[in-house]
C-alpha cells in the first residue's frame, strides 16, 4: 500500500531521492501513473503553493519541493507520454532572456518554480534572438513562450519577438513576459499575452493562460 | 565583535570625566529646596548657606562609582528577570512622557484619557521588539497629582513587562513604591527584584529642584533603579560645543550618582540624558539635532568607561506628524544609539519635542528598532571560511537557493521585515490594494490589539492599590475611572 500523505509529506520537505524511489515503488505496486501523480506529487505542490503564499516556508524550501516534484516527474513521465508536454506535464514552456541580455537570475527562477509546478521547461539560456525563440517553440510544440530582461536597453526587444512570432504563424502561443524594468502596461503595448512581478505569480500566470485557450497542436491543425 | 562607534578619543574622554569632577568639587550643585538640604546634610552633604550650593569632593564622587552596580536586572511584574540594562545590551523603550497623542482615527492630535493609555499598553505589550515599557504620556482624565501613580498601574494592570517611569511630584515615589511593593513580598524583594527603572531630571546647569531632589533619594531610599536624565539645551542652558556640553552633562550624572550611593551604596543609576539643541532662530529644543545625537553618543561612551549602565531620549522624532523627517530622526537616532551601545533607548512612538504619542509611530519603531539590533549582530563567521568551496558550488549551480549553506543560515542571516516595511514591487503593491504605510500600520494596531490576552490581576490587588490612589490624590466623592480588564 503505498502512503500519499508520505510522498506528499518528502515532496514537501524536498526529499528528491527518497521521492523518486517512493514513485518507483508506487509503479511497481501497481498504481497508475495518473493516480501517483495526482495523489502522490500534484496534491504536495498544492501544499507547497499554499505554504507560500502565506508566509509558512519561503523560496528556498520551494526550490527544493520543486526539484523534487522533477525528479518525481522524471520517472512518471515516459509512461504518461511519449511526448514532453503531453498528459502529465502541465504544458511546454520555452523561455530565456532577449538577445543581448546576459541576466538570467530571475528567469531562472521561473523556470525552477515552472517545472516545480509540472510544467516542462526548455529554457534557452541568455541572449537569445527571436529566431532561436520561435525554432524551440516549433521544436517543442511549446504554449507558452516565455521572455525575460533586466534592462530597459534590451527589452524592447521583446516587441520584436511579439511581432516574428505572429510573423511566424505562432499566434496561438501565449506570451510571457517579465524582468525589473518591465510592467504590465508595457506587456500590454508590445502585445504579449500576460507579466507577471515575480516568480510565484509568474507559474500562477502560466496555469492562467494555459487554462484560458488549449494549444493548437490539440485544438486542430494550425 | 559587536559592531560599535567611537566619537571621542580616549584622552578626551578622561579629560572631560577629569573635568566633570572638578567641577563638582568646586562648583558643586545648587539645591534650593530647605527640606532636601536637610536630607542631603543627614548624609554628609552641607550646602553653602548662602549660595545654598554643595560641593561634592572628588573622593566621594570616586567612592560612588565603586558602589554603583555596572547593570540592573528589571523583573517583570511577577518579578522574573526580563532585562539586564547594561554591558552590551541595547534595550528600546518607548519614551515618555507626552502630553498629547496623535489620534490615529482623526490624525488630530488631542488631549489623551485612560482609555487611549490602556489602548497604548496593550498594544506595546504585543510589540516583539520592544524590551519593556513606559508610562509614555499622561492621562487628562485623573487629577494630575496621582496620573504618576495611575499610569503605573495602568501599565501593570495590562502587561507584565518591566516599566520606566516617573513621579509627578516631591511626594510621588514612596507611593509607587508602595504600589510596586505589592507585586513583590516587600520593600527588600522589590528592591532585589526592581519592576522598574524611575527617570529623574537635574534642573540644569548644576541645579537639583524639589521633585527631582527628592525623587532622587526616595527612588535610592525604595532601592528603585534611576536613570538620571539632565536635559542640557546647547548654547542656552549649556555650552554650546560638545566638550564643553558633556563636562556639564556628566557633571550632573555624577552629582546624583553621588547622592543616590550616599543614600543607599548599590542603589542602580542609569546614566541617561535627554540632551537637545537650542534653535537659534525658533527658539526651539530639537533633541535629534545633529550636534544633540553627537553629544548622546559621547556621554555613552564616558558612561561605558566609567562603567555604568547608559540611557538616551534616541530613536524618536521632533516632527510633529508621521512624515519623511519622522522616519529620518528615528532612524538615524536608533542605529546611532545601538552602534554607540545605549542599554535603554528611549524613543518609539514619540513626536513633536516629546510631547505627542502616536500608536502608528509606536508600531512603525518597532520595526525599526529590530533593523538597528540586527545591523549591531556581531559579525562572526557562519561556516563561511574558506569561502573557495562555497563559490565553487556557485559557479557550478549558478545559485545558492539550494545550497545547504544557505538553508543553515538564511533565516538568521536574511531579516525579513514585517507590514511596516514594504518590500513588494510595483505590481505586488497594487495587487495587495496599493496599501500606505499607514493603512499596514492601522492594520498592525487592529491585529495586535485583537490577539492581546489580559494575564489579570487578582481583584483584591485591583482594589489595594485603586484604594492607595485614590486615598492619597482624589477629592472626596470622586472616582476613578473604570476600564476594561479592571474591577
Redesign the interface.
Known amino acids: 500500500m503505498i502512503d500519499y500523505a508520505e510522498m506528499n509529506q518528502l515532496l514537501f520537505e ?1 526529499q528528491h531521492e527518497a521521492l523518486k524511489r517512493m514513485t518507483e515503488e508506487a509503479l511497481a505496486a501497481g498504481r497508475p501513473p495518473t493516480e501517483v501523480l495526482e495523489e502522490g506529487l500534484i496534491a504536495g505542490m498544492a501544499v507547497v503553493g499554499e505554504d507560500f503564499k502565506h508566509n509558512r516556508i ?3 524550501e520551494v ?2 519541493a520543486a ?1 523534487a516534484m522533477k525528479a518525481g516527474m522524471a520517472v512518471l513521465q515516459p509512461l504518461l507520454t511519449s511526448r514532453p508536454g503531453g498528459a502529465g506535464s502541465a504544458g511546454v514552456i520555452v523561455m530565456g532572456t532577449v538577445k543581448g541580455d546576459l541576466h ?2 530571475g528567469k ?2 521561473v523556470g525552477m518554480m515552472a517545472e516545480g509546478s509540472g510544467f516542462t521547461v526548455v529554457d534557452l539560456g541568455t541572449d537569445t534572438s527571436a529566431e532561436q525563440y520561435i525554432e524551440a517553440v516549433r521544436r517543442h510544440d511549446a504554449r507558452i513562450l516565455g521572455m525575460s530582461a533586466l534592462l530597459t536597453t534590451t527589452m524592447i526587444y521583446m516587441r520584436t519577438v511579439v511581432q516574428a512570432m505572429k510573423a511566424a504563424g505562432l499566434e496561438h502561443v501565449k506570451i510571457c513576459v517579465g524582468g525589473a524594468p518591465v ?2 502596461d508595457y506587456a500590454r503595448q508590445i502585445g504579449a499575452d500576460g ?1 507577471a ?2 516568480a510565484a ?1 509568474a507559474v500562477e500566470l502560466f496555469r492562467r493562460l494555459i487554462a484560458e485557450r488549449p494549444a493548437a497542436a490539440e485544438a486542430g491543425p494550425a | 565583535m559587536r559592531p560599535s562607534m567611537r566619537v571621542l578619543h580616549p584622552s578626551l574622554r578622561d579629560r572631560v570625566i577629569d573635568e566633570s569632577m572638578d567641577v563638582l568639587a568646586r562648583l558643586g550643585v545648587q539645591v534650593e529646596d530647605p527640606g532636601a538640604r536637610q536630607r542631603l546634610e543627614a548624609i554628609g552633604l552641607r550646602a553653602d548657606p548662602t549660595t545654598h550650593r554643595i560641593q561634592i569632593p572628588r573622593t566621594l564622587v570616586e567612592q560612588a562609582l565603586v558602589t554603583a552596580p555596572s547593570s540592573v536586572t528589571l523583573h517583570d511584574r511577577e518579578g522574573r528577570p526580563a532585562a539586564v540594562v547594561g554591558g552590551d545590551e541595547v534595550h528600546f523603550v518607548p519614551a515618555s512622557s507626552a502630553l498629547r497623542v496623535l489620534d490615529r482615527h482623526t490624525q488630530q492630535v488631542r488631549d489623551p484619557n485612560s482609555a487611549d493609555f490602556v489602548e497604548y499598553v496593550k498594544l506595546g505589550h504585543g510589540l516583539p521588539n520592544l524590551s519593556y515599557l513606559s508610562t509614555a504620556f499622561i492621562p487628562k482624565d485623573v487629577p494630575q497629582d496621582i496620573a504618576d501613580a495611575w499610569r503605573l498601574y495602568l501599565v501593570a494592570a495590562h502587561s507584565t513587562r518591566p516599566i520606566v517611569s516617573g513621579a509627578f511630584t516631591a511626594w510621588g515615589v514612596p507611593r509607587m513604591g508602595q504600589i510596586m511593593a505589592m507585586f513583590r513580598s516587600g520593600r527588600d524583594d522589590l528592591a532585589a527584584r526592581p519592576m522598574a527603572l524611575f527617570t529623574v531630571c537635574p534642573n540644569t546647569p548644576l541645579r537639583w529642584g524639589e521633585d527631582p531632589i527628592a525623587n532622587l533619594m526616595d527612588c535610592a531610599e525604595w532601592g528603585i533603579p534611576v536613570e538620571i536624565v539632565p536635559v542640557l539645551l546647547l548654547g542656552m542652558i549649556s555650552p554650546a560645543t560638545t566638550v564643553g556640553a558633556l563636562v556639564l552633562h556628566t557633571a550632573e550624572v555624577l552629582s546624583g550618582l553621588t547622592i543616590a550611593q550616599l543614600v543607599r551604596p548599590g542603589t542602580p543609576i542609569v546614566f541617561g540624558g535627554a540632551p537637545a539643541s537650542f534653535h537659534m532662530q525658533l527658539m526651539s529644543n530639537p533633541m535629534t539635532a545633529v550636534e544633540a545625537l553627537q553629544l548622546y553618543c559621547a556621554y555613552a561612551e564616558v558612561a561605558k568607561h566609567l562603567g555604568l549602565p547608559s540611557q538616551a531620549y534616541m530613536a524618536l522624532s521632533d516632527s510633529k506628524f508621521n512624515d519623511p523627517q519622522a522616519g529620518m530622526e528615528t532612524g538615524v537616532g536608533a542605529f546611532l544609539a545601538a552602534l554607540a551601545g545605549i542599554n535603554s533607548v528611549s524613543g518609539p512612538g514619540m513626536l513633536d519635542y516629546v510631547n505627542c504619542f502616536s500608536l502608528e509611530k509606536l508600531v512603525f519603531d518597532d520595526e525599526v528598532v529590530a533593523h538597528a539590533r540586527r545591523f549591531i549582530r556581531p559579525v562572526e563567521v557562519r561556516e563561511d571560511l574558506p569561502a573557495g568551496p562555497l563559490l565553487e558550488e556557485l559557479i557550478r549551480d ?2 545558492l ?2 545550497s545547504d549553506h ?2 543553515a543560515h ?1 533565516p538568521e542571516e536574511l531579516y525579513l521585515p514585517g507590514p511596516m516595511v514594504d518590500r513588494t ?4 503593491w497594487e ?1 495587495q490594494g496599493s496599501r500606505t504605510w499607514r493603512d499596514r500600520a492601522l492594520d498592525q494596531i487592529d491585529e495586535i490589539l485583537g490577539r492581546y490576552e489580559e494575564a489579570p490581576l487578582p481583584d483584591a490587588l485591583h482594589a489595594e492599590i485603586r484604594g492607595l490612589i485614590s486615598r492619597t490624590g482624589l477629592e472626596p466623592g470622586a472616582a476613578l475611572p473604570m476600564l476594561g480588564g479592571v474591577r
Not at chain 2, 514591487?425 to 505586488?428: A, K, V
Open positions: 524536498g519561503y523560496v528556498p526550490l527544493l526539484r538570467d537570475i531562472n527562477l510592467s504590465a507579466y512581478a515575480d505569480s | 549558478k545559485h537557493l539550494m544557505t538553508l538564511w514591487n510595483w505590481d505586488q495587487g
